[in-house]
Structures are given as structure tokens and as C-alpha cells.
């Protein structure tokens, strides 16, 4: 069975310049989720989705982001313009609602770097 | 709100020593509480839950955790380490309700000296 499937898995880009990253979840799961690995901060929940709906996006740090999610089997997470302080891993997680077990299933990220 | 606290953000064994990580939570409801691996360049999988059942928990490869509701704790056991278990370990907490939106600690890597 596939996983989550994250693209790109790396990038470089330069500072000002748009990034999108896009992410697959599990065919079947209706959850989403963003977070963002650093160094400093740990993993942050930016945001979650629920049959494509966004619930929380507390965790979005400034309107330089953006997520969308326009059907089950796809979600995009863009910044703009990107910032140096943007670099991390970003990692999609999908999970089925229903009887859930508290398991997330993991992409395996994609590395930003802003230069 | 909930959150989790990891003690000690690089943990050193000796392979075939015991394993123990630390995790303490703070929770305004009944949590369930978590721990995750991530292993280099990869994702986070499940490595092992407790969800208000037995307050002992068994999880993949050799791990165990046990739920202490008394001292606030999750902490992560194996009795004997194994190369292969280096990695990065998250303790995650979320609350009954709503119960989706895990809140991590900041993790524990652990090294296994050969």
C-alpha cells in the first residue's frame, strides 16, 4: 500500500520565492495534517485538515502560508514570499477519523532550504 | 491545553543495556499519550499508545511504555538496546476530545555505543 506521498522531497529556493509543497495522504484517511520540524522548535502542528476542511491553522505563522486542500487525495502547503527562517522539514501526516487509534502516518518530508 | 516534556534531548546507551526515555505530560483532560520514532531521512511512525486501557503498554520492536497518571508520566522502556534502535524519539500527547491534534515534545535522540 502507498503512504503518504510528499513532493518534493527536497528544495532550494531563494529568499522571495514562492514554494509550494505537496503531499498525498492515504487513500481513505480524511485527516490531514502539516507540521514543521526545525531544530529550535521541534515539531509544530501548522495545520490540520478534516474531509478537506481546514479545523485549526493556529499553528500557520503568518499569512505568508497558506494550505489548501481541494480534494481528498491532494493538499498543498505554499509560502509567500519565502524567508530564510522558512528552511526546515515540513512532513504531511493523514489519519482516518473514524475509530481512530491515535496513529498519524508520516510522509517523509520535504526539505526546505532558503538561501 | 496539553503538552509533553521530554527529559534529556540525547540519551547514550550501550548496546544491550536498558533503554529509558523520559516523558512527562500535562493534560486538562484524560490524554492519550504517544511515542513515535523517527529513524534518519524518514518520516515518524507509531511506536507505541495508550489509550485509557492498561497503563502498560507494549509496542514494536521490544518497547514498552507505562502510563503513571500519579507522576504525570510515559516513560519509554526496552531492556535490552539494539544497534538498529538510533533514532529520534517523540513522546506526543492529545486530549479525548478532539483527539486528533497531537502535541509533541521536543524529542530524545538515542545513540547506541556498540
Known amino acids: 500500500d502507498a503512504g503518504v506521498i510528499q513532493s518534493p522531497r527536497h528544495e532550494v529556493t531563494e529568499m522571495g520565492q514562492e514554494v509550494t509543497l505537496r503531499c498525498k495522504p492515504i487513500?481513505?484517511?480524511?485527516?490531514l495534517f502539516w507540521y514543521r520540524q526545525t531544530m529550535m522548535r521541534g515539531l509544530e502542528l501548522l495545520i490540520y485538515?478534516?474531509?478537506?476542511?481546514?479545523?485549526?491553522d493556529s499553528g500557520m505563522p503568518e499569512d505568508r502560508f497558506s494550505a489548501k486542500m481541494p480534494n481528498a487525495s491532494f493538499s498543498t502547503l505554499k509560502i509567500q514570499p519565502s524567508e530564510p527562517r522558512d528552511s526546515a522539514v515540513y512532513f504531511c501526516?493523514?489519519?482516518?477519523?473514524?475509530?481512530?487509534?491515535?496513529?498519524?502516518?508520516f510522509g517523509e518530508g520535504s526539505r526546505l532550504t532558503v538561501l | 491545553a496539553q503538552s509533553v516534556t521530554q527529559l534529556g534531548s540525547h540519551v547514550s546507551v550501550s548496546e544491550g543495556a536498558l533503554v529509558l526515555l523520559r516523558c512527562n505530560y500535562s493534560?486538562?483532560?484524560?490524554?492519550?499519550l504517544f511515542w513515535y520514532v523517527q529513524y534518519p531521512n524518514q518520516g515518524l511512525q507509531l511506536l507505541l499508545k495508550?489509550?485509557?486501557?492498561?497503563?502498560l503498554v507494549k509496542g514494536i520492536n521490544g518497547f514498552e511504555a507505562e502510563f503513571k497518571k500519579s507522576e504525570t508520566s510515559f516513560h519509554l522502556t526496552k531492556p535490552s538496546a539494539h544497534m538498529s534502535d538510533a533514532a529520534e524519539y517523540f513522546c506526543?500527547?492529545?486530549?479525548?476530545?478532539?483527539?486528533?491534534?497531537?502535541?509533541f515534545g521536543q524529542g530524545t535522540r538515542l545513540t547506541i555505543n556498540p
Open positions: 501526516a493523514s489519519s482516518l477519523t473514524s475509530g481512530w487509534t491515535g496513529e498519524l502516518f
Open positions: 487513500s481513505g484517511h480524511n485527516s
Open positions: 485538515f478534516n474531509n478537506n476542511v481546514p479545523i485549526d
Open positions: 493534560s486538562s483532560v484524560p490524554p492519550y
Open positions: 495508550y489509550t485509557s486501557a492498561a497503563t
Open positions: 506526543a500527547v492529545s486530549g479525548v476530545q478532539g483527539a486528533q491534534k497531537l502535541v
